[in-house]
Nanobody, 123 residues
């Protein structure tokens, strides 16, 4: 059983930066692909980014391309979402998730989920 623990959310001004962390326990991330999703108030959960843990196959939603970056730390079994040039419309609860198949935008393919991290961007 994989457990994902998120941290790093908070309040930031528009144009600022924030980094979310997603620490995994239970088993290695080596054979998994990681995804980031977000859910804004009153909206459905949407895809943000995905990356194959072993490298490559990285995809970003058009809304965050050039601003958000996913990365990993193998020693800590941790995945990061670096968010730069934040906008008020980025305000949402952000979730990390793992799929045991392949990097995908399809939310239904993700089996393990973090608890969510609130990101609030003031205008």
């Amino acid at each position: 059983q994989v457990q994902l623990v998120e941290s790093g959310g908070g309040l930031v001004q528009a144009g600022g930066s924030l980094r979310l962390s997603c620490a995994a326990s239970g088993r290695s991330l080596g054979s998994y692909a990681m995804g980031w999703f977000r859910q804004a108030p009153g909206k459905e959960r949407e895809f943000v980014a995905t990356m194959r843990w072993s490298g490559g196959h990285t995809y970003y939603a058009d809304s965050v391309k050039g601003r958000f970056t996913v990365s990993r730390d193998d020693a800590k079994n941790t995945v990061y979402l670096q968010m730069n040039s934040l906008k008020p419309e980025d305000t949402a609860i952000y979730y990390c998730a793992l799929t045991d198949v392949f990097p995908t935008r399809r939310i239904e393919e993700y089996r393990y989920w973090g608890q969510g991290a609130q990101v609030t961007v003031s205008s």
